[in-house]
């Protein structure tokens, strides 16, 4: 398509670009506004007050659904402290944009491991957000809860009634707002938005008829606490648009004056007196300042910052405390240990037609969606990239199934070490190891707040986890083997024919699986007596008064789903906990 009209061009270039180097006049002037509204915040709130009830460390999923609860529901003055910029940039509006801030993006930062051994010494790069609103501002959008057995588990880890399926299902229910189902299992009149996916492909289709025809049956709802089957995922999103926490949970109370946001901000220790959490110290534009809580200091900083946090506030193990020359509060030696994460393999197939999104995010493509989602809000670009998925594999003495199949309709794949795949049309099969069985882990890199912290995520660390990562490439080959799959498939070109045996196969997952973007259970949740445990049933810190944590570091074992919904509902029930038992 020719454009003789430049000036349209130029602001279709303006609209729908896919970086983050978006300098028309309207963004400038936008950046400049929210700027200046933030520093007469700030200059407001330091005039206003000079101690909040709470301190929430930790703008994502978690610390802005505990900021709603606390101003709207109890009235409590509370500051919101996160390390990232502001969520403005429109590309974070836009449900396909998560795609391109893979490749590089001030609103992700980009983790990376020590070398793994049982992968051939590769290091793994772990995407977390950067931005108010988390991983909800730049995730996949995937709404989804875990097992009823996932839940379940914590009742064993604390002793306690107050974990359980029964009892966080009410918070989900309470949070959300689907536009299709409403049951004992949905709710429509919470904040968050919930909805089908605004464009699906032929692919997705296909991928759904596939597996259908291996006797797995389809399946229209997958938060019901028993996800198997084969079917559509649902997104935190509304008529084509994304729908951060910042959007359903911020927006409503961002003018009340008894909440204070301030962006930019990273915390470099907690303020501990007598045994007592008392406020936080943190860096903003070089400049280091602190602020004090009257009631509780709140960590939502995520399964890599927040045990970090405690650690350099001297609450770790402390042989690991004493070797970067920090004075032990509590011998904590469960902080940093405990870490799980989902991790993927692919396979991929070249098709004969383009039925996905093959080079349809650049060039005179990309306009072309972006014009279409502009106008419309429906398109390409409303699609969150894998809008389909299956539940296979159910071999792990549960009954369950323990591989979940992404199907993603292209063969572009973020992640350096795939590489010598054609540029061809095709689809992506992800096979998706649900509940690993390794363990890995986060420890301290020095005493300096602004290094990173090393990361051990101990990926197929065991030969169970690397049997089922082989079995689940193997029943993404029993798709693609299917009537209606095989029609459209020229061939499998990753990691192709020829890798057969079983010893291939893993050498293959070894060399190429990733994450799937889910770090949880660095500060687990147990019981008093239990010497591993971080925080007690309520979340509070163990050894510290004051001091709890809200996100998903708490979690004891990996749940069977995407971890945006359950961060949410975790929050909400901490909330509900702290304020219930003081």
Same mark, same amino acid.
């Given at each position: 398509?020719?454009?003789?009209?430049?000036?349209?061009?130029?602001?279709?270039?303006?609209?729908?670009?896919?970086?983050?180097?978006?300098?028309?006049?309207?963004?400038?002037?936008?950046?400049?506004?929210?700027?200046?509204?933030?520093?007469?915040?700030?200059?407001?709130?330091?005039?206003?007050?000079?101690?909040?009830?709470?301190?929430?460390?930790?703008?994502?999923?978690?610390?802005?659904?505990?900021?709603?609860?606390?101003?709207?529901?109890?009235?409590?003055?509370?500051?919101?402290?996160?390390?990232?910029?502001?969520?403005?940039?429109?590309?974070?509006?836009?449900?396909?944009?998560?795609?391109?801030?893979?490749?590089?993006?001030?609103?992700?930062?980009?983790?990376?491991?020590?070398?793994?051994?049982?992968?051939?010494?590769?290091?793994?790069?772990?995407?977390?957000?950067?931005?108010?609103?988390?991983?909800?501002?730049?995730?996949?959008?995937?709404?989804?809860?875990?097992?009823?057995?996932?839940?379940?588990?914590?009742?064993?880890?604390?002793?306690?009634?107050?974990?359980?399926?029964?009892?966080?299902?009410?918070?989900?229910?309470?949070?959300?707002?689907?536009?299709?189902?409403?049951?004992?299992?949905?709710?429509?009149?919470?904040?968050?938005?919930?909805?089908?996916?605004?464009?699906?492909?032929?692919?997705? /289709?296909?991928?759904?008829?596939? @597996?259908?025809?291996? =006797? $797995?049956?389809? %399946?229209?709802?997958?938060?019901?606490? #028993? &996800?198997?089957?084969?079917?559509?995922?649902?997104?935190?999103?509304?008529?084509?648009?994304?729908?951060?926490?910042?959007?359903?949970?911020?927006?409503?109370?961002?003018?009340?004056?008894?909440?204070?946001?301030?962006?930019?901000?990273?915390?470099?220790?907690?303020?501990?007196?007598?045994?007592?959490?008392?406020?936080?110290?943190?860096?903003?534009?070089?400049?280091?300042?602190?602020?004090?809580?009257?009631?509780?200091?709140?960590?939502?900083?995520?399964?890599?910052?927040?045990?970090?946090?405690?650690?350099?506030?001297?609450?770790?193990?402390?042989?690991?405390?004493?070797? /970067?020359?920090?004075?032990?509060? @509590?011998?904590?030696? =469960? $902080?940093?240990? %405990?870490?799980?994460?989902?991790?993927? #393999? &692919?396979?991929?197939?070249?098709?004969?037609?383009?039925?996905?999104?093959?080079?349809?995010?650049?060039?005179?493509?990309?306009?072309?969606?972006?014009?279409?989602?502009?106008?419309?809000?429906?398109?390409?670009?409303?699609?969150?990239?894998?809008?389909?998925?299956?539940?296979?594999?159910?071999?792990?003495?549960?009954?369950?199934?323990?591989?979940?199949?992404?199907?993603?309709?292209?063969?572009?794949?973020?992640?350096?070490?795939?590489?010598?795949?054609?540029?061809?049309?095709?689809?992506?099969?992800?096979?998706?190891?649900?509940?690993?069985?390794?363990?890995?882990?986060?420890?301290?890199?020095?005493?300096?707040?602004?290094?990173?912290?090393?990361?051990? %995520?101990?990926?197929?660390?065991?030969?169970?986890?690397?049997?089922?990562?082989?079995?689940?490439?193997?029943?993404?080959?029993?798709?693609?083997?299917?009537?209606?799959?095989?029609?459209?498939?020229?061939?499998?070109?990753?990691?192709?024919?020829?890798?057969?045996?079983?010893?291939?196969?893993?050498?293959?997952?070894?060399?190429?699986v990733k994450t799937n973007y889910h770090p949880v259970g660095t500060c687990r949740v147990g019981a008093e007596d239990d010497p591993g445990a971080v925080v007690t049933a309520d979340l509070r810190v163990k050894g510290v008064e004051?001091?709890?944590?809200?996100?998903?570091?708490?979690?004891?074992?990996?749940?069977?789903?995407?971890?945006?919904?359950?961060?949410?509902?975790?929050?909400?029930?901490?909330?509900?906990?702290?304020?219930?038992?003081?």
């Open positions: 398509m020719r454009f003789r009209d430049e000036k349209l061009k130029s602001w279709l270039l303006r609209q729908v670009s896919a970086t983050s180097s978006v300098r028309d006049a309207v963004a400038i002037k936008k950046q400049t506004w929210i700027r200046s509204l933030s520093r007469s915040a700030s200059e407001a709130g330091k005039a206003r007050m000079t101690q909040f009830d709470y301190i929430i460390i930790g703008g994502g999923t978690s610390g802005c659904v505990t900021a709603w609860n606390l101003v709207s529901k109890y009235g409590a003055t509370v500051l919101l402290l996160e390390a990232g910029p502001s969520d403005w940039h429109p590309i974070l509006r836009i449900p396909s944009g998560f795609v391109k801030l893979l490749g590089g993006s001030r609103y992700l930062r980009f983790y990376e491991s020590v070398p793994q051994e049982q992968l051939f010494n590769r290091t793994q790069i772990v995407p977390q957000a950067n931005v108010l609103g988390g991983g909800s501002s730049v995730n996949a959008q995937v709404y989804q809860r875990g097992r009823k057995a996932d839940w379940d588990a914590w009742r064993d880890y604390t002793k306690d009634d107050c974990w359980g399926w029964d009892t966080i299902l009410p918070h989900f229910v309470r949070l959300e707002a689907n536009i299709k189902f409403n049951n004992a299992f949905h709710g429509i009149d919470g904040p968050q938005m919930v909805s089908d996916i605004a464009h699906i492909c032929e692919m997705s /289709h296909l991928y759904v008829r596939a @597996v259908q025809e291996m =006797g $797995v049956p389809f %399946n229209p709802d997958f938060n019901d606490g #028993a &996800p198997r089957g084969v079917g559509y995922m649902q997104v935190t999103a509304r008529n084509g648009r994304r729908r951060s926490v910042v959007d359903s949970f911020i927006a409503p109370i961002r003018s009340d004056k008894r909440l204070t946001i301030r962006t930019g901000c990273a915390a470099t220790r907690i303020l501990i007196e007598k045994g007592r959490a008392i406020g936080v110290e943190y860096s903003r534009r070089g400049k280091v300042s602190r602020e004090f809580a009257r009631s509780q200091v709140i960590l939502a900083a995520g399964a890599f910052v927040t045990p970090k946090l405690l650690m350099l506030s001297g609450i770790g193990p402390t042989q690991q405390l004493s070797a /970067h020359g920090i004075d032990t509060l @509590v011998d904590a030696p =469960g $902080v940093g240990a %405990n870490l799980q994460d989902h991790h993927e #393999a &692919p396979v991929m197939a070249q098709t004969k037609r383009n039925l996905g999104y093959y080079k349809q995010d650049v060039g005179w493509r990309m306009l072309l969606n972006g014009l279409e989602y502009v106008i419309t809000g429906r398109g390409r670009a409303s699609t969150n990239g894998s809008e389909t998925c299956s539940y296979l594999v159910p071999d792990d003495e549960t009954g369950d199934p323990i591989i979940k199949l992404y199907c993603v309709p292209t063969t572009t794949y973020k992640d350096p070490d795939v590489s010598g795949v054609p540029d061809v049309d095709g689809v992506t099969l992800n096979a998706c190891l649900l509940r690993p069985t390794s363990r890995g882990s986060v420890r301290l890199r020095s005493a300096d707040p602004f290094a990173d912290p090393l990361i051990d %995520n101990n990926f197929l660390g065991n030969e169970t986890d690397l049997r089922y990562q082989v079995a689940g490439l193997r029943a993404a080959r029993d798709v693609l083997a299917t009537a209606p799959m095989a029609r459209e498939i020229v061939k499998e070109i990753f990691p192709g024919a020829k890798v057969k045996s079983d010893a291939e196969l893993s050498e293959h997952a070894r060399r190429t004051g001091l709890r944590v809200f996100d998903m570091s708490v979690v004891p074992v990996l749940m069977s789903a995407n971890t945006n919904a359950p961060a949410m509902a975790i929050a909400d029930r901490g909330v509900e906990l702290m304020m219930s038992k003081g």
